[in-house]
């Protein structure tokens, strides 16, 4: 009889595509092989695994099909299980898993990138978001140098493909038809309804995001904003910041 | 029976919140005991813990632990105690219970409640890792018995011998899933009735329906403890048998795979009820 960690290590390797043998040694033979009651737990593992990752990729599911999604979701599952009890933290390695996959279509990492990033927006912790009154006393001098700090639950995809427009059509409700052809910045946030939000930004304030989140000042994202669309105007583009919780606050309340 | 055994339990039947029923249970509050929680699904923010906020203005909430491992050798995974114990604060819940199982070996977890040896050294292991969870929450839990689908060779204790055991050395109280004293008897050809007559006078603080499925295993029939149907006949006069023996302690309704409307469920737990109701009204 092994010890107990012994065991509890046999027995995740016989689950996850390790060796059965030493964990069926352990198991009382009943009417049935050892082999065959562990496999019940093998089976329940793999399946539950690969049911929570379809939960978080529903459009990747749809637009590969139940039958390739299993193909791939299966050496997933095995060589990247879960490290953590919370199955919402579960996945964040799947896109990069599906660039590598063989047959995938060019688009499907970037598409699983949107929706581990709504999967984030949806279940991040809340904290205060950016807003107006953080801004009240501000000299007008010192917003160049401001930097701000993006909340957990917001994330920029910059995609050569147009995910938002395919992961729109392959909604439950939609027919797929997707009506755009273009590369596609997506910008996720968790909306005041407290549900995950996205939406697709032109190219200017794809650049302006895109240094903010790269941690420069509201000047130099301004300077790369403007060197991509000449009509880009840094005060629409704060209201816009501030519209919707995308930044934190900053601590004490003032910037 | 006395008087106060025979009285009638606190609270109605329960039911498992989840997170499709969210929208129907924020526009109408359902007319049931309370509502129990998945712990490890509302530890962010936003939309669900928002319904999760609201549910507890209208119904007493019970948090409900899936994945803190209390049968690990290696010892509670501290970051998620914290966690869970974060979210205890913040609910204030009726209720705390966990599963006599592990899911996390060598840092990787299975998202299953997989099964223990009933030994010495499981019940140290336990019992240790169950006052730790106690100590970190400042109060006592409720401890589930498992569905299982093997034994162990070396497994000395019978499974209801060891959760007794468990009560006994931590202080904890017992959470009794009827329908996996069912699943399990199945599974191992022992005796579901029985088995709950052996817990009499244990600290059972709350009861778990739900539905499984049946399979066939080279004509030996086998139970998955899915909770994805209603609940079997054979669980429900198995919970008649625990009512009576445990009239104090709440039932609560599972559902958790092909999830039914909410109306399915609490018609489930209404029928909970009326079985409860019965029941004690033949022992009066």
């Not at chain 2, 994805?228 to 054979?234: C, K, T």
Request: aromatic share 6%.
């Amino acid at each position: 009889m092994p010890s107990l960690r012994e065991l509890q290590r046999d027995f995740s390797a016989a689950v996850l595509g390790g060796a059965a043998e030493p964990a069926a040694a352990s198991v009382l033979e009943d009417r049935l092989p050892p082999e065959q009651r562990l496999q019940v737990y093998r089976n329940h593992v793999r399946i539950s695994l690969r049911e929570a990752l379809a939960a978080t990729f529903p459009v990747v599911r749809r637009l590969v099909g139940e039958g390739y999604f299993a193909t791939v979701a299966r050496p997933f599952v095995l060589a990247h299980p879960p490290k953590s009890p919370v199955l919402a933290d579960y996945g964040a390695a799947f896109p990069a898993f599906l660039q590598a996959a063989p047959n995938a279509p060019a688009y499907l990492a970037d598409v699983a990138r949107l929706e581990w990033a709504l999967n984030l927006a949806y279940h991040a912790p809340d904290a205060p978001a950016l807003s107006a009154q953080n801004f009240a006393g501000l000299a007008p001098d010192a917003y160049a140098t401001l930097r701000l700090v993006p909340l957990a639950s917001t994330t920029l995809i910059a995609s050569p493909h147009p995910i938002q427009a395919i992961w729109r059509a392959n909604q439950p409700d939609r027919d797929a038809t997707v009506d755009a052809t273009e590369a596609q910045t997506v910008l996720v946030w968790r909306a005041t309804d407290g549900d995950a939000a996205c939406r697709v930004l032109a190219p200017g304030e794809a650049a302006f995001f895109g240094a903010l989140i790269a941690a420069a000042s509201l000047g130099e994202a301004a300077t790369a904003a403007l060197a991509i669309d000449p009509a880009f105007e840094l005060p629409t583009a704060i209201a816009g910041l501030l519209a919707e919780p995308l930044f934190q606050a900053p601590q004490g309340g003032t910037l | 029976m006395t008087a106060a055994q025979a009285r009638e339990p606190a609270l109605g039947t329960g039911i498992g919140l989840r997170a499709c029923h969210h929208a129907a249970v924020m526009t109408s509050p359902p007319r049931v005991g309370f509502l129990e929680i998945h712990a490890e699904n509302y530890l962010g923010g936003g939309s669900a813990r928002r319904c999760l906020d609201r549910a507890r203005r209208d119904h007493p909430v019970s948090v409900h632990g899936v994945g803190l491992s209390l049968g690990s050798a290696e010892g509670l995974d501290d970051h998620h105690l914290a966690r869970i114990a974060r979210l205890v604060r913040e609910v204030e819940p009726m209720l705390v219970s966990e599963h006599l199982a592990w899911s996390v070996a060598g840092g990787v977890y299975h998202n299953d409640l997989l099964p223990l040896p009933y030994t010495e050294e499981s019940l140290e292991a336990v019992c240790a890792n169950v006052q730790r969870l106690q100590e970190a929450l400042g109060r006592r839990v409720l401890v589930e018995n498992p569905s299982t689908y093997l034994r162990f060779a070396g497994s000395s204790i019978p499974e209801e011998e060891f959760l007794l055991a468990v009560a006994a050395r931590t202080g904890c109280g017992l959470l009794l899933d009827v329908n996996n004293v069912h699943v399990t008897a199945t599974n191992h050809g022992l005796d579901a009735a029985a088995y709950i007559d052996r817990l009499a006078g244990a600290p059972v603080g709350e009861m778990h329906l739900a539905g499984h499925h049946v399979v066939q295993e080279e004509g030996v029939t086998i139970l998955i403890d899915d909770h994805g149907s209603a609940v079997s006949d054979a669980v429900w006069a198995l919970y008649a048998r625990a009512a009576r023996l445990f009239p104090q302690a709440p039932g609560l309704v599972e559902w958790d795979s092909s999830i039914p409307a909410l109306d399915v469920l609490v018609a489930e737990a209404h029928r909970a009820d009326a079985v409860r109701e019965v029941t004690h009204a033949v022992a009066a």
